[in-house]
T-cell receptor
Framework: NAGVTQTPKFQVLKTGQSMTLQCAQD?????MYWYRQDPGMGLRLIYY???????DKGEVPNGYNVSRLNKREFSLRLESAAPSQTSVYFC???????????FGNGTRLTVT | SQQGEEDPQALSIQEGENATMNCSYK?????LQWYRQNSGRGLVHLIL?????REKHSGRLRVTLDTSKKSSSLLITASRAADTASYFC??????????FGKGTRLSVIA
């Protein structure tokens, strides 16, 4: 039982490059989330998917897109990376809104 | 921002002492949750307290909730070096995602 798995663990991009962060959960959860964590800012919600087939913007969606590929997988795409997107990205899932979240171990992204 | 706030931002105590962290939130809630984050890892859920509860215990953890003040506290009794981590509160309301605070960094010195 792996829980929430994120890939890659580390990534360095140059400004303007694109990449997709992958996330998969094996707990049959309905809802999935992408957060970014920056020093002194706590966790900020980028996008979420309340159920398969739906996605919604969170607090800081600009510069990102998401795809809920199926119930298990939720990907985050940076189309044109900027230095301001240097951060640690966490994927999380839960059975429904307000139930306990299960987190992956994060992707550490540096944009130069 | 809808984020709540934890207080203090950082806390350093000796092993064996109690650690108290506070959280304030902004909207009416269904529940309030506390999470722990070890360095370089994802957050781990610790405890959930519902809006109609005032106190909840789990092992060495004690959580209180005061909905009139929109605040919660997390008490860790008899702290250990292994409790060193960041602790976050998250408020759940309606049919919206959890809103996290900025966290308290706890250092327990052996």
């Amino acid at each position: 039982n792996a829980g929430v798995t994120q890939t890659p663990k580390f990534q360095v991009l140059k400004t303007g490059q694109s990449m997709t962060l992958q996330c998969a959960q094996d707990m049959n959860h309905n809802s999935m989330y992408w957060y970014r964590q920056d020093p002194g800012m706590g966790l900020r919600l980028i996008y979420y998917s309340a159920s398969e087939g739906t996605t919604d913007k969170g607090e800081v969606p600009n510069g990102y897109n998401v795809s809920r590929l199926n119930k298990r997988e939720f990907s985050l795409r940076l189309e044109s990376a900027a230095p301001s997107q240097t951060s640690v990205y966490f994927c999380a899932s839960n059975r429904e809104h307000n139930s306990p979240l299960h987190f992956g171990n994060g992707t550490r992204l540096t944009v130069t | 921002s809808q984020q709540g706030e934890e207080d203090p931002q950082a806390l350093s105590i000796q092993e064996g002492e109690n650690a108290t962290m506070n959280c304030s939130y902004k909207t009416s809630i269904n529940n309030l949750q506390w999470y722990r984050q070890n360095s370089g890892r994802g957050l781990v859920h610790l405890i959930l307290i519902r809006s109609n509860e005032r106190e909840k215990h789990s092992g060495r953890l004690r959580v209180t909730l005061d909905t009139s003040k929109k605040s919660s506290s997390l008490l860790i009794t008899a702290s250990r070096a292994a409790d060193t981590a960041s602790y976050f509160c998250a408020s759940g309301s309606g049919n919206t995602p959890l809103v996290f605070g900025k966290g308290t960094r706890l250092s327990v010195i052996a």
